[in-house]
C-alpha cells in the first residue's frame, strides 16, 4: 500500500531530510586522502545524536544478509556499489571514489539521502560518471508531478545514462519513505515491466537513487553479506534524494 503524506507530515520529513543533508555535506569536508570510512562513520553518529535523531540504517535487519546492518553510513569506495560497511582499515587514497549513504529517524519519521565524493583529483571518465548520475537524479525529480506515473521517473534516468554510455544497476531500487525507511512503491531506475508503474499523486514522497556504473551493469555481494560490487571492477556512482509530490509541483526534502 502506498501511504500519501499529509503536508504536516511532510515538513516532518523535511526536518529529517535536512538533518541527513547537513551531515553529508559535513562528510564532504571530512573526505581526503588518508581518512578511513570509519572516520566517517563517527563524524556521522556524533551528528545524528546531536541533531536528537536516530541513525536509520545501524540495527536495520536485511533479509537478503540475514543479519542486521552495523553502521550508521553505508560507505561503498570505487567499485562498490551500495551497502559497503565503514572500517577503520579502509583508507581512502587519492583518485578514489567513497559513496555515502545516510538516513535518520526523527521525530517519527525518516529521512535518506547518498552522494558520491571525489578523494582528491580523479580522471576525467570518473567525474563524468559522477555528473551523469547526478543529472539523471535531477531529471527524475522533474517528473515528480501530480498524475505523471513512476516510469516517467524510471525513464529519465535510463535514457540519460544509458544515452551517454552508462550502465544501471537493475538489482537496486529507490522506494517509498516515510514513518517506515522503505515503503511502498519500488522506484527502479529503468523500466522494468515487473514493478507496477503507479501513477503519482500529491503526497507522495520517494527516495530517488540512481546507481550507476562505468561499465558492466553485472553486481556481486561480497562475504561480509552486505556490499555489493561491480562484477567487472568497474567504477560505480550513487546519488539520492528523497523528492514529495506536492501542489506546488515537486519538493526535495533532503536538502540542506
Do not use: W
Amino acid at each position: 500500500m502506498i501511504v500519501r503524506k499529509s503536508p504536516m507530515e511532510i515538513e516532518r520529513m523535511r526536518a529529517s531530510g535536512r538533518l541527513v543533508a547537513r551531515v553529508l555535506a559535513s562528510l564532504h569536508d571530512a573526505v581526503r586522502p588518508g581518512a578511513t570510512t570509519m572516520d566517517l562513520e563517527r563524524r556521522a553518529r556524533r551528528m545524528i545524536r546531536s541533531g536528537g535523531a536516530t541513525a536509520a540504517f545501524k540495527g536495520y535487519y536485511v533479509p537478503a544478509a540475514r543479519k542486521k546492518f552495523p553502521a550508521a553510513l553505508c560507505t561503498s569506495v570505487n567499485d562498490e556499489v551500495v551497502h559497503g560497511i565503514p572500517s577503520r582499515r579502509r583508507v581512502l587514497r587519492e583518485g578514489d571514489i567513497v559513496k555515502v549513504d545516510c538516513g535518520v529517524l526523527l521525530d517519527g519519521y525518516y529521512g535518506d539521502s547518498a552522494t558520491t565524493i571525489p578523494v582528491g583529483r580523479i580522471s576525467a571518465e570518473t567525474e563524468r560518471l559522477l555528473r551523469v548520475t547526478r543529472e539523471s537524479l535531477d531529471l527524475a525529480v522533474e517528473e515528480m508531478v501530480d498524475g505523471r506515473r513512476l516510469f516517467d521517473v524510471s525513464g529519465a534516468v535510463q535514457r540519460h545514462v544509458e544515452g551517454n554510455g552508462f550502465s544501471i544497476v537493475k538489482e537496486f531500487v529507490g522506494h517509498g519513505i516515510g514513518r517506515k525507511l522503505h515503503e511502498e512503491p519500488q522506484v527502479p531506475n529503468h523500466v522494468d515491466p515487473k514493478i507496477r508503474n503507479v501513477r503519482l499523486r500529491t503526497g507522495m514522497v520517494l527516495a530517488i537513487e540512481p546507481m550507476v556504473v562505468a561499465g558492466d551493469p553485472g553486481t556481486r555481494i561480497l562475504r561480509d553479506r552486505f556490499t555489493a560490487v561491480t562484477r567487472d571492477g568497474s567504477n560505480a556512482a550513487h546519488f539520492e534524494h528523497c523528492v514529495a509530490v506536492t501542489e506546488n509541483g515537486p519538493r526535495l526534502l533532503t536538502v540542506a
